[in-house]
């Protein structure tokens, strides 16, 4: 079957960094994406990646390994706004996309 | 402004009664996507539409029905045959060229007392 992992729930403090993981076992592999979700909100695109690295993008990044089906979101200096869910999406090689169950991630001040 | 609507943001429902949930893009969009989501697990595909007068089964398409008679509009009925109506219901679209990124609407709650 396909299946996304994600932690249910972080918490971090504000100004400081986050990693949030995401690990996948699809059949294939066209994309990862990260979506940003507040509390009632619609997800908001933050990143994609396709091929193996780091993808930087002002306060957050994103990496991808593809032989390890891993990947994880960065959040460099925290604001309370960034508290929201973090949703990590694979695309299959029917260009489906698999979606993860959202990390939660709670900012502290 | 180009976006997505969906109306309502809320909505109640006696069980057994069909209802209609709402979405309109003013993006030029070709293809649109319904998806379910409920706590502690990801979106689900309903449906999804890349033109007008067709669309395609998602994972998920038992108990609903969706029409596409206009590019800017793909309603989705949640039929009395859905057994667990009550969720969270995100309308997206994309170009056909770039299926890959997705505009989201705010969503519909859908609450089936």
């Known amino acids: 079957g396909q299946n996304i992992d994600q932690p249910t729930e972080m918490t971090a403090t504000e100004g400081a960094i986050v990693q949030i993981n995401c690990t996948y076992q699809?059949?294939?592999?066209?994309?990862l994406f990260w979506y940003q979700q507040h509390a009632g909100e619609a997800p908001t695109f933050l990143s994609y990646?396709?091929l193996d690295g780091l993808e930087e993008k002002g306060r957050f990044s994103s990496f991808l390994s593809r032989s390890k089906g891993y990947s994880y979101l960065l959040l460099k200096e925290l604001q309370m706004k960034d508290s929201a869910s973090y949703l990590c999406a694979v695309k299959d090689s029917n260009y489906q996309l698999i979606w993860g169950a959202g990390t939660k991630l709670i900012i502290k001040p | 402004d180009g976006g997505i609507t969906q109306s309502p943001k809320y909505l109640f429902r006696k069980e057994g009664q069909n209802v209609t949930l709402s979405c309109e893009q003013n993006l030029n969009h070709d293809a649109m996507y319904w998806y379910r989501q409920d706590p502690g697990q990801g979106l689900r595909l309903i449906y999804y539409?890349?033109?007008?007068?067709?669309?395609q089964k998602g994972d998920i398409a038992e108990g609903y029905s969706v029409s596409r008679e206009k590019k800017e509009s793909f309603p989705l009925t949640v039929t009395s045959a859905q057994k667990n109506p009550t969720a969270f219901y995100l309308c997206a679209s994309s170009t056909l060229a770039d299926t890959d990124t997705q505009y989201f609407g705010p969503g519909t709650r859908l609450t089936v007392l």
């Open positions: 990646n396709v």
């Open positions: 699809t059949s294939g592999f066209n994309g």
């Open positions: 539409s890349q033109i007008v007068n067709d669309f």
